[in-house]
């Protein structure tokens, strides 16, 4: 959908439930045929982390996964008509914007369940806080390109590649109250290195990269997730802010990783890396 530009037009054009209804059944009818090996390592993965479900439920939440992937893709056209009240229900809302309201540097973290992207520009559209994302091009130049065009909308300021950090670690630190917004689960060596599911894996990638920033700036850690709830709506949930200054890395990293990992489990059906790892294979 990203690399063809009439079908992202046409996107744009249709009703935005329309198009993610349309997006959806796309993934799940053309392109879930089309990749058998990202099908059968969802499928592999799941069974590993949800071995207490019969065979046809696993199926259903493949199943329900591809439409997901496909909403999601399609739902990039029409963020900016979905960052509402309407779309977004937050969990205990007048908690979670005195969090936003409250003072010093964030990390705003989360995984690719639901729909990433609206939940980075909700974040946005929900606070004064200056809002940075971190984010890494695709390897297909049209659609990263596409990619950027659709972001540029909604999303604000990003960076990636060369350069981030000491961008990042300006914005944390000459911005008053900035919030950096960051997805742990990124893919590597066709591994998932966060949640780490009872794997012993030490912090790697962005979440090494958060730990330092945050001691370095003094910034609290926010997780939260945004799951789709039926169509193109959806519940944010979150966790109280955990602070560097009053808990190890330890113990930053336990609760990140339980509250995340608990939430990539149980929304299986909603989280984009469970078919780019290979749970199966030693770490």
């Known amino acids: 959908m990203l690399s063809n530009p009439f079908l992202f037009t046409l996107l744009r ?11 959806g059944w796309l993934s799940a009818h053309v392109a879930r045929p089309r990749m058998k090996l990202r099908d059968a390592r969802a499928r592999a993965n799941l069974a590993l982390l949800r071995p207490d479900l019969p065979q046809a439920e696993r ?3 493949l199943t329900r996964r591809w439409v997901n992937v ?7 056209a029409n963020i900016d008509r979905l960052v509402n009240a309407d779309h977004v229900t937050v969990i205990d809302q007048p908690a979670y914007q005195a969090v936003l309201d409250g003072p010093g540097p964030m990390i705003a973290f ?8 609206l939940l980075a520009a909700h974040i946005k559209w929900s606070t004064d806080r200056p809002g940075l994302g971190v984010y890494e091009d695709p390897e297909d130049p049209r659609i990263a390109a596409q990619l950027k065009k659709a972001r540029s909308s909604y999303m604000g300021e990003a960076i990636g590649g060369d350069g981030a950090a000491r961008g990042v670690l300006k914005h944390l630190t000459q911005k ?6 960051i997805l742990a689960d990124e893919r590597r060596d066709r591994q998932v290195w966060f949640p780490t599911f009872g794997r012993a894996l030490e912090p790697s990638g962005n979440l090494s990269i958060a730990l330092r920033l945050a001691r370095k700036v003094g910034a609290q850690f926010l ?6 709830t039926s169509g193109p709506h959806f519940a944010l949930h979150w966790h109280p802010p955990l602070d560097p200054r009053t808990m190890s890395d330890a113990e930053i990293v336990a609760v990140l990783d339980r509250f995340l990992g608990q939430a990539c489990i149980d929304h299986a059906d909603q989280w984009l890396a469970l078919h780019d790892m290979d749970l199966t294979q030693p770490v």
Request: charged share 15%.
């Open 70 to 76: 496909g909403r999601t893709l399609a739902e990039l």
């Open 223 to 228: 997780p939260f997730y945004l799951v789709r």
């Open 59 to 61: 199926e259903a939440i």
């Open 176 to 181: 008053d109250r900035a919030t950096l917004y």
């Open 110 to 117: 989360t995984c690719h369940i639901g729909n990433w992207d």
């Open 13 to 23: 054009l249709l009703p935005a439930s329309l198009a993610s209804w349309l997006g």
